[in-house]
C-alpha cells in the first residue's frame, strides 16, 4: 500500500489555508481510475490547520518523486463537472468561514523502492479507466446478505409456517375422521371435546400473521436492493430506497412509489410481485375468519370409558306383564343388529338370520352410543314364513272362526326341524265383517309343535335340501334349549264379499272344500268365483329365543329413535321412520340410513362370560304369550290364543273386550306387509317392537349389573368443511411462492446490498450527486428539498441508481452519468 511522503502532509496544509477558494486537482501518470493507484485505500481526514481550518483528501493531488518533491499536474476535463479520478467517499467538515476545502485529486504515492508505474500496460485514463470493488464485496455470502434476521426470517419462518399449515391439516382431517364415526387420536379428541378448537385456530392464525408480516417486511428490504441495483428511482427517492434495506417495512410503502420506476420487463415483473405480496399480506388478516367460517356444532366420538352400570334382565318364572299387545310402544328403540338376506323364493318367505342386541341404557345414552363392549341381551329376531297345507278348514259363527287342519310337509321346511306332529288343529278367531274392515287375524296355536331351529339360508338354495345341522347352526349358540321357536299362522281376509261368496248361508257354520285353496308364495289362497281372494293363510315360525353375551357394538353416525305420532289427514299412525329403523321396507338401507348400530359377527362373540349362565331364554316367548288379549267370553268354541290386526269399520263401535292389537301395531303390521309383500318382515318387525317394549319395561326394575367399555358422541365446534381452510391454505402458499420468488431475484440481481446494516444504507446513499440536497436537509422535510432541488434544476426526478464509482465504491447517483 502507498504510504504518505514524511514532511508533505504539513506543507500541503499551509498551502491549502493560504487559498480557501481554489481547488486544485490533480492526477499523476499511472494513477488508477480511482484517482489512487490500484490497491491503495482512501486517506483518513487531514488534520486541522492552525487557522482552524479542515482540509479532507477526496482523491490523489499529487505523487511523490524519488526527491520527495510534490509534483501537480492539472486534470483534464470530466463529463458532469468532475475531474477523473474524483472520488465520493463523503462530504468534508466545513471550516470556521463557512467554507470545504477538498482535494479531488488523486492520493499522494511513494515512488521509492517498488514505486509505481507511471506508464505501461493495465493502466489506463479517462473514461476507459477500470473501475474496481471495494475490498470484501467480491465474494459475499447469504449470511452476509441477508443477515442473520434476514435468514432467520426466511428460514426457520417457513418451516414454522409449514408446521403450523400441516397442524391446521392435521385437524381438519381429524375432524372429518371424526364426522365418518371414526375415533380420533388422543391430541385432537382433546381438543374437541374440550372446545379447543376456536383456540387452536386463533393460536395457529397469530403465528401465521406474525411470520407473514416478517417475512412482508423483509421482502420489501429485498425488492428495495432490487430496484436500486437493477431498475433505478428517481434521485428523490434513492435514500428511501437505501434505508428501506435496513429496516422491516411494509410492502405497501413501496407500492405508493412504483409510478416513478422506469419502464421494462423487469420493473413490470417487480412491481407483479410487490402488488401481488401487498394483497396476500393484506388477506392474511382475515385467516382467522376464513378458518372459523368452517366450523359448526357435529357428534363426534370420545374416548372410551369404564361403564359400571351396565343392566340385565333378572326374570322370576312369573311375573306380571304390561299387556304389549293393547298397549303401545311408548318409543322407537335403537338396537344394534347383524343379519343376513332376505330371501323369497317359491313357497318359502325367509328374513334371514337377524341378531338384534338390545341396549342396556337409557334412551339418551342410546342415541349418542358408538362403541360398546360388554354384555347385551341378544334376540334372534329371524321370521320364516311357509304356505300351509289346508284340510278340513271350517267357517263357524258365531265368532267367526276358521277351524281345520294345517300341515306341514317335508318338501317345504324339514321334518327335522320340527317337532311331532307335523300336522296341527287351529281355532283362529278372524275379524268380523260387522265390526271390522278387512284385516288380519293372527294365531298362536298352543298345540306344542315348534321348530327345533331355524335355518341357515343361502340365497337361491333350494329349500328341500336344507341342511340341518344342529351344533353348528347360529341360532343354536343363541336358543341352546330349542324351546323358543314358536309357530304363528296368520289369517288374512283379502274380501268380505268374496268370504260371504264361499259360505251359502252366513248365519251357520261353513265346510270349504279343499279345492277352494291355491298356492299363492308363502300363502294359501282360498277364492271363490269372484276375482278377488277371500282368505290368504300362512305358517309362519318365529325365534324369539336371546341369550346375553360379550359382544362389540360399533356406529358411525348418532342413532335415531322416530316417534309414532298420529296422522290426522290419514287417520292413522305415521310408521314410515320405525319401518325404516326396523329393515322392513322396500328400500335395502344401510344402517347409518335406518339409525341402527352394528353388532359384530357371531364369531366374535363371547360365549363364556359367566355373568350370563343363568339367562331365560324363553323370557320373550312367555312375555308375548301372556300378554295376547283374553278369549270373548261369548264365544261357545275355545279359540286359540291370539290378536287381531284389524281396523275398525268407519262408524262401527268396538265391543269392550275384543281381542283388537292397538291401532300402532295394526298400522305398523299393515304397512309393512302392503310396503314389501312379506309376511315374515311384517311379523319380525311387530315381535321386535314387542319384545323391546317387554325388555324396557323390565329393564328400570333389573338390578343386575356388570362392567362395560363405552364410548358416547358429544355435539362440539368442530370443522366440517374445508372451503376456509383450502383459502387460508392457498394464500399461505401464496406468499410462500412470492417470498422465494424475491428471494432468488435478490440473489441474482442485487449483490452490494446487506439486508439489515443501516450503515451500509447510509454510506450508499452519499454520493456527489446527492452531496448537494444533503447538505440542505437538516431541517428540511422531503417536500422542502424537492421544491428547494427544483428551483436549482438539479434533476432529482432522473433515474438514479446504485453505480460504481471510479474509486471502486458502489454509491446512489445519476444512471445517465450527469450530476443533477
Known amino acids: 500500500m502507498a504510504r504518505t511522503a514524511p514532511g508533505t502532509l504539513g506543507d500541503y496544509a499551509a498551502v491549502a489555508s493560504q487559498d480557501m477558494t481554489e481547488n486544485t486537482e490533480a492526477s499523476s501518470t499511472g494513477i488508477g481510475a480511482g484517482g489512487r493507484a490500484p490497491g491503495t485505500s482512501s486517506d483518513p481526514p487531514a488534520p486541522p490547520s492552525a487557522d482552524g481550518t479542515t ?142 378448537t376456536t383456540t387452536s385456530i386463533t393460536i395457529s392464525t397469530a403465528i401465521v400473521r406474525t411470520i407473514v408480516a416478517l417475512q412482508a417486511g423483509l421482502v420489501a428490504a429485498l425488492l428495495a ?65 376464513l378458518l372459523v367460517s368452517d366450523l359448526a356444532n357435529a357428534p363426534v366420538v370420545g374416548l372410551s370409558v369404564p361403564l359400571t352400570d351396565t343392566i340385565f334382565l333378572d326374570q322370576s318364572p312369573t311375573f306380571n306383564m304390561v299387556q304389549l299387545w293393547q298397549a303401545p310402544p311408548t318409543s322407537s328403540w335403537t338396537f344394534a343388529e347383524v343379519s343376513g338376506s332376505h330371501l323369497q323364493k317359491g313357497n318359502f318367505d325367509n328374513t334371514g338370520n337377524t341378531y338384534r342386541a338390545l341396549l342396556p341404557l337409557n334412551e339418551g ?52 326341524m320340527l317337532m311331532e306332529p307335523t300336522s296341527m288343529n287351529i281355532n283362529c278367531e278372524i275379524p268380523d265383517g260387522n265390526l271390522y274392515a278387512a284385516g288380519t287375524s293372527l294365531c298362536y296355536p298352543n298345540s306344542g309343535m315348534r321348530p327345533s331351529h331355524m335355518p341357515s339360508l343361502k340365497p337361491g338354495q333350494d329349500i328341500s335340501t336344507i341342511p340341518v345341522n344342529i351344533p353348528l347352526d347360529p341360532f343354536y349358540l343363541v336358543n341352546p334349549s330349542r324351546q323358543a321357536s314358536e309357530m304363528f299362522v296368520m289369517v288374512n281376509i283379502g274380501s268380505i264379499p268374496a268370504m260371504d261368496g264361499l259360505v251359502p248361508n252366513s248365519t251357520a257354520d261353513s265346510h270349504w272344500p279343499d279345492n277352494v285353496w291355491h298356492d299363492d308364495g308363502p300363502w294359501a289362497v282360498a277364492s271363490s268365483n269372484l ?156 315381535l321386535t317392537r314387542l319384545c323391546q317394549m317387554a325388555y324396557y319395561e323390565r329393564l328400570d326394575r333389573t338390578n343386575t349389573t356388570a362392567p362395560a367399555s363405552v364410548s358416547f358422541s358429544s355435539s362440539v365446534l368442530i370443522p366440517v368443511r374445508w372451503t376456509g381452510f383450502s383459502a387460508a391454505t392457498a394464500l399461505v402458499a401464496a406468499h410462500f411462492v412470492l417470498v422465494v420468488a424475491v428471494t432468488v431475484l435478490f440473489l441474482r440481481l442485487a449483490r452490494d446490498s446487506l439486508i439489515g446494516n443501516s450503515w451500509q444504507a447510509v454510506s450508499q446513499a452519499v454520493s456527489e450527486d446527492t452531496r448537494p440536497l444533503l447538505e440542505q436537509a437538516g431541517a428540511m422535510t422531503d417536500k422542502d428539498i424537492e421544491a428547494w432541488a427544483k428551483r436549482r434544476s438539479l434533476g432529482i426526478a432522473r433515474p438514479a441508481g446504485l453505480a460504481y464509482r471510479r474509486n471502486g465504491r458502489r454509491a446512489l447517483g445519476l444512471l445517465d452519468g450527469k450530476a443533477g
Open 531 to 686: 276375482s278377488n281372494d277371500a282368505v290368504r293363510v300362512t305358517a309362519c315360525i318365529a325365534s324369539l329365543g336371546y341369550k346375553t353375551l360379550t359382544v362389540d357394538i360399533n356406529s358411525s353416525v348418532d342413532a335415531r329413535e322416530p316417534r309414532v305420532t298420529w296422522d290426522s289427514l290419514a287417520a292413522k299412525y305415521d310408521t314410515g321412520a320405525s319401518r325404516i329403523q326396523l329393515g322392513a321396507s322396500s328400500k335395502m338401507e344401510s344402517f347409518q340410513e335406518r339409525g341402527v348400530l352394528s353388532l359384530a359377527p357371531v364369531s366374535q362373540w363371547e360365549h363364556e362370560d359367566k355373568t350370563t349362565q343363568n339367562n331365560d331364554s324363553d323370557y320373550f316367548r312367555r312375555a308375548i304369550e301372556v300378554s295376547f288379549p283374553a278369549r270373548l267370553g261369548n264365544l261357545p268354541q275355545q279359540a286359540d290364543s291370539g290378536v287381531l290386526l284389524s281396523k275398525i269399520t268407519p262408524g262401527a263401535h268396538e265391543v269392550e273386550g275384543t281381542d283388537q292389537a292397538h291401532p300402532a301395531h295394526v298400522d305398523l303390521f299393515h304397512d309393512v306387509l302392503g310396503d314389501t309383500g312379506s309376511p315374515a318382515l311384517a311379523l319380525q318387525a311387530l
Open 365 to 416: 345414552r342410546r342415541k349418542r352410543l358408538r362403541r360398546f363392549h360388554g354384555p347385551a341381551p341378544i334376540l334372534d329376531s329371524q321370521v320364516a314364513c311357509f304356505r300351509p297345507q289346508m284340510r278340513n278348514i271350517t267357517m263357524r259363527r258365531p265368532g267367526p272362526l276358521l277351524t281345520g287342519f294345517v300341515g306341514i310337509s317335508s318338501g317345504q321346511i324339514g321334518n327335522q
Open 55 to 196: 482540509i479532507m483528501e477526496a482523491g490523489g493531488a499529487g505523487t511523490e518523486t524519488g526527491d520527495g518533491e510534490l509534483q501537480n499536474q492539472q486534470p483534464a476535463p470530466h463529463a458532469g463537472g468532475r475531474a477523473p479520478g474524483a472520488s465520493s467517499d463523503s462530504l468534508a467538515p466545513s471550516p470556521p468561514d463557512g467554507t470545504t476545502d477538498t482535494e479531488a485529486g488523486g492520493a499522494v504515492t511513494e515512488a521509492g523502492g517498488a514505486g509505481t508505474e507511471a506508464s505501461g500496460a493495465g493502466t489506463e485514463t479517462g473514461d476507459d479507466e477500470p473501475r474496481h470493488r471495494q475490498p470484501g464485496t467480491e465474494a459475499r455470502s447469504l449470511r452476509r446478505r441477508l443477515g442473520i434476521d434476514g435468514i432467520l426470517t426466511l428460514i426457520p419462518g417457513s418451516v414454522v409456517l409449514l408446521l403450523v399449515v400441516l397442524a391446521e391439516a392435521a385437524l381438519w382431517q381429524e375432524a372429518a375422521w371424526a364426522r365418518q364415526g371414526g375415533e380420533p387420536r388422543r391430541p385432537w379428541i382433546n381438543i374437541f371435546t374440550r372446545n379447543w
Open 225 to 289: 436492493a432490487i430496484i436500486l441495483e437493477s431498475i433505478g428511482a428517481p434521485l428523490r427517492d434513492g435514500p428511501f430506497y437505501s434505508i428501506v434495506r435496513a429496516l422491516t417495512v411494509s410492502p405497501l410503502t413501496l407500492l405508493l412509489r412504483s409510478s416513478s420506476w422506469p419502464k421494462g420487463i423487469l420493473a413490470f415483473s417487480v412491481y407483479a410481485l410487490l402488488v401481488t405480496e401487498v394483497l396476500v399480506t393484506l388477506a392474511c388478516q382475515f385467516l382467522s375468519t
